[in-house]
């Protein structure tokens, strides 16, 4: 069976960094682009960001070049380090693989675009 596992969430306090992986078990992701999403409490599930197979990456604007993804297809794993973390990023985080290899924003975005899902990760930030 196909899997996806999140890890590196937890607590931090704000201006922090947090590192998120994404393994995939079960089968292989490497000819898949990859994204992160977040869902905080009372709210919908939003995209954060996204990598294709060739390495090109997507961001959600309010990112802000403070997070950035990365893949490592020969462990199956995408990463996902989050820096100057505000409380606004507290949630649930989770990494999904795409139908896709390569895709624009467009494409990315909408968790329609996917059809494995991790079971998240959940990131506290304290003020």
């Known amino acids: 069976q196909v899997q996806l ?3 590196g969430g937890g607590l931090v ?3 922090g960094s947090l590192r998120l992986s994404c393994a995939g078990s079960g089968g292989t992701f ?3 682009a990859m994204g992160w999403f977040r869902q905080a409490p009372g709210k919908d599930r939003e995209f ?3 990598i294709r197979v060739d390495g090109t990456t997507y961001y959600a604007d309010f ?3 403070r997070f950035s993804i990365s893949r490592d297809n020969a462990k199956d794993t995408v990463y996902l380090q989050m820096n100057s973390l505000e409380p606004e990023d507290t ?6 693989a795409a139908t896709f290899r390569y895709g624009s924003l467009r494409n990315f975005v ?5 059809n494995h899902w991790g079971q998240g990760t ?3 930030v304290s003020s």
């Open 122 to 124: 959940q990131v506290t």
């Open 48 to 50: 954060v960001t996204g």
């Open 5 to 7: 596992v999140e890890s």
């Open 13 to 15: 306090q704000a201006g």
């Open 110 to 114: 909408s968790p329609a675009s996917y």
């Open 30 to 32: 490497t000819n898949r």
């Open 63 to 65: 990112v802000q070049g």
């Open 91 to 96: 949630g649930d985080y989770y990494c999904a």
